[in-house]
């Protein structure tokens, strides 16, 4: 495994998590909905949510960056009332927490589906990966607030079809995602993903899946098994690709340009955000490429191993570019500090990515709901905890940083 604390196991011997010692569905931390996951999804499922790269020292890091940051607290005169309200790309949220797209989503029968309809019960934006289980139409219709993200995969028309269909489906905004270099291995072993769902695949899997009992009574009862194919990835009667297949094209799709980035901006014509940045030149870049938005990211750590968690180079970005585009900040966000934290320095909004996945194991769209749950209320305590009335109210001086925090910036 890689050299990240596995909450789904680190538990100190001999005590139950209260959450996990009564018959209760609520959940009351993002480590406790990863506990459940872990014990309700097939080994296989719930490594390809592990994920990570290499050594998986980005993964790491990713969560272990908002360890070294501390919060100045006050101990009278706060605020009865804390504003989280915020908008991102022309859409309104209740809170600055963003579904972060993510592909297949088979943990669980309604997939994409529960979470959008999670995240417009606590009105918050959707991000729908074109790598997703689930038709996009089904999805906006759960969740209008929905930014639909396309990757540079394929040829100009193909691209242009999908943002088309997007488009005639009612996506609020287009997410584009760059920052992924195909790195592969994993020094703990990569999980068995299945290419399609054929006799012979349900077959080899059936051990596995029967010793998750509760996650295979799920799909039955639906008459569904899980679904490997991405029907976003086409348009027209076109057949659904497998995921290793339109992973093939996006693969062997030569790198864009930021010319390539600005032309693709052009053709969409609405709120465009890119999603993957890290520096502050290529933030610049992506602001002359026309980006409206700029997602500070990583992947998760599933990318180049080495990468600084998103949260150190985030300073960087909001001070190149921070009057001129909405910045948000997607990487380890597991609680309502780590959003308060990103926030202080100066990310809009972030996007949540394994938090909801694990909730969505756990307990369909109400475990998507309690994740949403937990960082609300994880927000509202540090907001009365520091004193603050309102989000914005948030500086970096409200936190206790390291000197060496962040990398030097890049030129």
Known sequence: MPPVPDVATDVPRGVAPYADAVVNTWFESVAVAQRRAKRRLPKSVYGALIAGTERGSSMSDNLAAFDELGVRPVTAGQSPVRDMATEVMGQSMSMPVMISPTGVQAVHPDGEVAVARAAAARGVVMGLSSFASKPLEEVIAANPQTFFQIYWAGDRDSMVARMDRAKAAGAAGLILTLDWSFVHSRDWGSPDIPQDMSLRTMAKHAPEAMLRPAWLVEWLRTGQIPQLGVPNFVTGDDRVPGFFEAYGVWMGTPPPTWDDVAWLREEWGGPFMVKGIGRADEARRAVDAGATAISVSNHGG??????????????????????????????????????????????????????????????????????????????????????????????????LMPADFSPPPAP
Do not use: H
């Open 302 to 399: 599933n990318n180049l191993d080495g990468t600084p968690a998103p949260i150190r180079v985030l300073p960087e970005v909001v001070g190149a570019v921070g009057g001129d585009v909405e910045v948000v900040m997607d990487g380890g966000v597991r609680r309502g500090s780590d959003v308060v934290k990103a926030l202080a320095l100066g990310a809009k909004a972030v996007m949540i990515g394994r938090a909801y996945l694990w909730g969505l194991a756990a307990n369909g769209q109400t475990g998507v709901e309690n994740v949403l749950d937990v960082l609300r209320m994880g927000i509202d305590s540090n907001l009365l905890g520091m004193g603050k009335a309102s989000i914005a109210d948030l500086r970096p001086d409200d936190l």
